[in-house]
């Protein structure tokens, strides 16, 4: 603020209405023209002392104003969002905001704000995030009155997402300028994702539409290569019409997140190559996973299997129990029996490869399945698929499905011995670390002490991973990756016990499902896992292992910029560590033993639709409120100058600041012009004088 001024002001307080004045002004001033007329002498004197009264009455006052001159305020918005990244924008950006505050600080009276803009970063989503100027200028100026800003000045390329309609703009609020950076008739190529589904069926294709636009070419291009990558692979490659809708077909090869990257070559001579490319996460989910579970005989464990497993709407079961084995012969007429035969040909010859999971269920060989049968299974399992063996008393005995051709992929060996004493089935240390039984959750009440067993068959682990153990620390459930395939083994029978509620139960039903759905390769249960969510503006990382050994794990932003960051140890072999964002765009994880794959941001963001330079959005702003627009690579900055507010606030050369003058009164004093003594004395010399020339 400048020093105080003082101003001086003349102005009445009468003694008497005004009305009750201006009567008696009138006859005073019928009473001397009377006197006039009839050449009265010292009429003129008496005129003198009725004015004098008048004037008294009328009582002026001399007020003094000190008076504190008010800054204007300059706000000066840098644009810092995704397109202004592009060449050498930002830097020409930078520069003329540091110029242009330096200068205007210099003037006096003025006051300086400045607000930044940046493109939030977010999760990959419909949200959507581009350049609001005029949001942070009404925020900048929202306890400002109006008629102290002198002007707005905006650094920008002219990409605005939050233009406002010229009848909403208030024009007291001073001129707005805008200095854009980039360079005039600049082309590009885009590629913009039209429809993209959030989900999709496993093993069905689903569509995506995109569309290729090109921007500022004199002779238009027909038509550019597209490349769909599907988890970093590339799937399809072929030449597409530009400035049409493209379908793009894409089949999900498992469930949880899948990531396809669209790309088309690059136009040559564009401005960037940013928006070429697309980055959408499609949640992989299954329709109906197929089960089969054949139980070896009726067993007080064998509903506790179809209830959980029908249970899951996610499911479609196919159960047999053996109830009749080919080597039982009764007599009994086959016209009076109610069994239907097992089709053994159908489940594991043709149809062998519709099932996701096979269960065997306290199975012994009975001469029911053939070893070809079996050794389709093998070959099943090696091929992707996925086999659960709940073992019985049997598997400790001759006819033990161990000695069959499924022997090669099942990882426990039977020893011939079976434990019949009660014991509490224990998470191993490598299986607090599994997802499979590291989460396993205490029993219904709340207490962490399980229900015991009573029945386990000890075998050897050739292979797999032991996640829990019985007596004398011996395998209870192993689970082992056969090739393209998984298996399990559950060395007991018992676990029917925990769903009762023996002794407090278990958590039988989650085991069971866990144990079922990592053998169908669900991604929540993998114990080797890397992944990342958005938090804020943060990238949260987790990492699951069963290696307990401290990681570091290095992130790729789109932009090339490397982040190395030290997970930390965490429960239940979680690591966890924190890295900040910089920016929108596929991030790539990498751990030395896996990668993965995080997209950020919206799936079209404004910033990158289309990033040319351009003033023709912002003409109509600049033009509303008298500011000026100006190419800085070509034009530099222009002269700022002080303004009246009435006249013009911007022209070829020069861009305007108005000169409000507001000020505040900081004092005030008021004074009385004729004293009632000095117009007494007044009065009185008056009075004699008119007397005195009466008397000549």
Known sequence: MTSDSFVHQIDFSPYLPIAWLGGLAAISAVVILFASWRQ??????????????????????????????????????????????????????????????????TIENLKIETAVIKNRVTQLSDEDDGSYAFAARQEALKNIPPERVAATIIITDGQLHDLPATSDIVKQEGPIHFLLTGEKNEKDRVLQVVKAPTFGIVNQP???????????????????????????EIISSTPVTIGTEQKVEVTLPHGGANFVEVGVEPLMGELTEKNNTAYITVNGIRDKLQVLLVSGEPHMGERGWRNILKSDPSVNLVHFTILRPPEKQDGTPISELSLIPFPIRDLFEKKLSDFDLIIFDRYRRRGVL???????????VKNGGALLEAAGPAFATPLSLYQTPLSEILPGRPTGYVFTEGYVPTVSDLGKRHPVTGLLKATTDGNKKWGRWFRMIEAEADGGETLMTGPSNQPLLILERQEKGRVAQLLSDHAWLWGRGFEGGGPQAELLRRVSHWLMQEPELEEEQLKAVVEGSNLEISRRSLDAAPVTV?????????????LTPGEN????????????????????????????????????????????????????????????????????????????????????????????????????????????????????????????
């Open 40 to 105: 009265g002498r010292g009429v003129w004197w008496r005129a003198g002392l009725l004015a004098l009264l008048l004037l008294f009455l009328a009582n002026p006052v001399l007020l003094t104003e000190n008076r504190r001159f008010l800054d204007d305020v300059a706000l000066i918005i840098l644009d810092e969002s995704n397109s202004q990244k592009i060449g050498e924008r930002l830097t020409t950006a930078t520069t003329a905001f540091t110029e242009i505050k330096s200068q205007l600080e």
């Open 206 to 232: 689903l569509e995506l539409v995109v569309k290729i636009e090109d921007f500022g070419l004199d002779d238009p291009v027909q038509s550019a290569r597209l490349t769909v990558k599907l988890d970093g």
């Open 370 to 380: 053939p070893s070809s049968y079996l050794r389709n299974i093998a070959a099943y």
């Open 554 to 566: 290095t992130v790729t932003d789109p932009d090339g910029n490397i982040s190395r960051v030290a």
């Open 573 to 696: 072999g979680a690591q966890t560590g924190t890295v900040p964002l910089l920016t929108n765009g596929l991030h790539v994880l990498d751990d030395g033993h896996r990668k993965a794959l995080v997209a950020v941001g919206a799936l079209n963001p404004k910033e990158l639709h289309n990033i040319r330079a351009s003033a023709g959005k912002i003409a109509p702003v600049a033009k509303m409120t008298g500011g000026g627009i100006r190419w800085l690579r070509a034009e530099g900055l222009p002269d700022f100058r002080r303004t009246n507010p009435d006249n013009s606030q911007s022209s070829k050369y020069w861009f305007g600041l108005r000169a409000n003058e507001n000020y505040e009164v900081t004092g005030y004093n008021r004074q009385t012009m004729i004293p009632p003594v000095l117009a007494l004395i007044l009065a009185l010399a008056f009075l004699g004088l008119g007397w005195w020339r009466e008397g000549r």
